[in-house]
């Protein structure tokens, strides 16, 4: 098998874990598999450089900022490297130019636009390990460029779907996709599969483990993605494959919970048509990610609006809100609640899922304010006090520890 | 102007000395000349990186250890370009193969093969100041390379040869060639030109402020170069340049000391015929470098060989003689000995140099044990204990302090 392997920060973070990555590696060639690793920085080296360019100026050109921050990936490819050589596995690193990824020139933002694997073929061929600097390609005129957030994770997607690699095995420190939040239920199991559209839903709702784009890619590209770990690299990982390649299609495969969500109500709104339309344009312009929207006529011909967003985004909607203050009795912000969902394919086919959860709810007497729903989840706001009582209901009404 | 300007690893070594170099730069900007900037790696970070690779292996593969430690250069580069960005001078970052270096496939100690200028000049066209990150190149594979010690003197001098530029300013943290070291003597005066070949003479004799394949390169590419300070860029530095540039071509340039020389005495050797080759070539096989040499012949058909080495090779020199202790009556290694020369083109054609050397260190009763002269230098192998009072006493005797 052809296994393009990802190693994060963490997983490089010292130069004993880079050691042990070249165990984990020399174990996958024993097994006699063709290897090609995508490493991050050593975490921390990122931040250090993004620090001492910020000595300087808060708005570093972006050109420039490439230049700096791809350094780190370099190093990492480069010692993961030494470390293979040095136990008898040949390896050659590749910067992201070396290993053929060309992107457009959105500096600290790029997208990869195609991927030349011949030099990477050849190595294979030649019986090595590849090692390739994540994050990282160079636009058409050879310039060096970042991929942003979580852009060794998409080197990794990409990489594997232009060489068609039979998987593509994302090692953090987790050790795969859980039903939820072990740390908020012990008795949490982790998955064995799970699918694309399952993975997004969880990701986008908190699971940290993947990011959208990187899912978004594989599920894009028909990369079967495995979420392991490289501190217990014994223990199998969580594959996420598209839903044909589930047999068993559970009816629920995880509860996530988002405490960063601040709800907003808009009371009174005179009902003039057009009205919420202008609101949320004017919040999108204002790249304000808002999420659930209930809208309620009440009685008295007037409208309460009731939507979240995230809490990062307080600020700036404050700012647009204020602007339409004359239209409403009353605009008020409530940051103590959080978001709970329950995300399953199998609720596709199913009746009576979404009933569950408002029953286990209820039975702890949680209230639910906002409830939203899409094919493959249903996601409702409770008051964050009962974050944790919510997530921990949820998991035993859809017997998700057996 | 174009000038071409290099800072070393201590110029670069902090933020501040970045800062610090982005004001240069931007002076001599502000006076009308265009510049390429080669900057090193911040002082210790390729030591570091050294120390990394060391922990997997004594002998880490080379083509990556230039992978490795070519990303030092290049977060300098970027830094120093953030920098000058920053204050209004538009600048972009190059790595070597963006500055169009080529090389042959020698890792770790690569040599220039061409340089193609026109990313160089079409940034310098749209007025922009080019800051290359030094110490490296491509091979014509693509594969980054290291030029071993003394590399990014080399990137600028090779520039400024491929370029045309009207100098090449080689900043570090002393301000100039002096007569002789200031800490011996301190009436030592910097001198404001010199010629190459007496550059070379002080470089191979201990002055350290400019590596020999720096300056061989300069000469050979005709390049003017300037030592001069990054801690003190308003004062003049001292020109390296061609004899026929220096129009009073002084008697003698500078006194040079190297302290890290042992004499090697064999003697008692049956004198036969090759007796000498062969010791000297199973010296030089075993990349011993042999210095200043001196065969006596005795009255009684035996010879003596006295001959000079590098402190450095002391052990690998014994290993070479101990093959030859049959043939002589005894072998000693004396390192308390030092070599004191004296260097300077006049010397060409002017007599009676020499002798006044003998006469300044005789009247210091300083014996003088090996001699051997070139065409624009004399050494002398003086006991160690002398070696200071010998560099004042030469010092004064060519009136250099005038």
């Known amino acids: ?42 975490s921390g080296e990122t931040n250090k450089l993004i620090e001492y360019a910020e000595t300087y100026t808060k708005v570093p050109v972006a050109h420039e900022m490439d230049m700096l921050l791809s350094s780190g990936e370099r ?13 008898g596995y040949p390896a050659t690193s590749m910067s992201g130019r070396e290993a053929g990824i060309v992107t457009d020139a959105s500096f600290m933002k790029a997208r990869i636009q195609s991927i030349d694997t011949t030099n990477m073929k050849n ?78 839903e969880l990701a986008s709702l908190g699971a940290k483990v993947l990011q959208n784009r990187s899912v978004e890619m594989a599920k894009k590209l028909n990369v079967n993605l495995v979420s392991r770990s490289s501190f217990t690299p014994e223990v199998e990982g969580t594959l996420i494959t598209k839903e044909e390649n589930i047999m068993e299609k559970p009816l629920v495969s995880g509860i996530a919970l988002d405490k960063n969500q601040v709800r907003v109500g808009m009371y009174g709104v005179t009902d003039k048509p057009g ?68 995300v399953g394919v199998g609720m596709k086919s199913h009746t009576g899922v979404a009933s569950k959860a408002f029953t286990a709810l209820a039975k702890e007497n ?18 964050e006090k009962y974050a944790e009582l919510a997530v921990r209901s949820l998991h035993e009404a859809y017997d998700l520890d057996k």
């Not at 190093?75 to 136990?87: D, E, F, M, Q, W």
């Not at 008295?300 to 939507?307: A, E, I, M, S, Y």
């Open 75 to 87: 190093v990492t490819s480069a010692l993961l490297s030494i470390a293979l050589n040095a136990i």
């Open 275 to 342: 009205i919420a339309a202008t609101i949320f344009t004017a919040l999108a312009n204002a790249n304000i990610n808002v999420d659930m929207i209930v809208q309620t006529v009440g009685v008295d011909g007037k409208t309460d609006l009731d939507f979240t967003i995230p809490t990062t985004d307080l600020e700036a909607c404050k700012t647009v809100m204020n602007t339409f203050a004359q239209q409403a009795r009353n605009i008020d912000y409530n940051d103590s609640i959080c978001k709970v969902s329950v």
């Open 123 to 200: 190595a294979i061929k030649a019986g090595k390990v590849v090692i390739v600097a994540g994050f990282q390609g160079v636009t058409e005129q050879n310039r060096v460029t970042t991929l942003g957030r979580g852009g060794s994770d998409l080197t990794a997607v990409a990489i594997a779907g232009a060489i068609e690699a039979d998987v593509c095995e994302i090692y953090t420190d987790v050790d795969g996709i859980y039903t939820t939040d072990p740390r908020i239920e012990p008795k949490a199991k982790k998955l064995e599969k799970i699918s694309y559209d399952e993975m997004l």
């Open 366 to 383: 949680i209230n639910i304010r906002i409830i939203s729903t899409s094919e493959i989840k249903i996601s409702m706001i409770v008051e």
């Open 1 to 42: 098998m052809l296994k393009v392997l990802k190693f994060g920060g963490t997983s490089v973070g010292t130069l004993d874990r880079i050691q042990n990555v070249a165990q984990i590696i020399k174990k996958i060639k024993d097994e006699g598999h063709d290897v090609i690793a995508i490493v991050s920085a050593m």
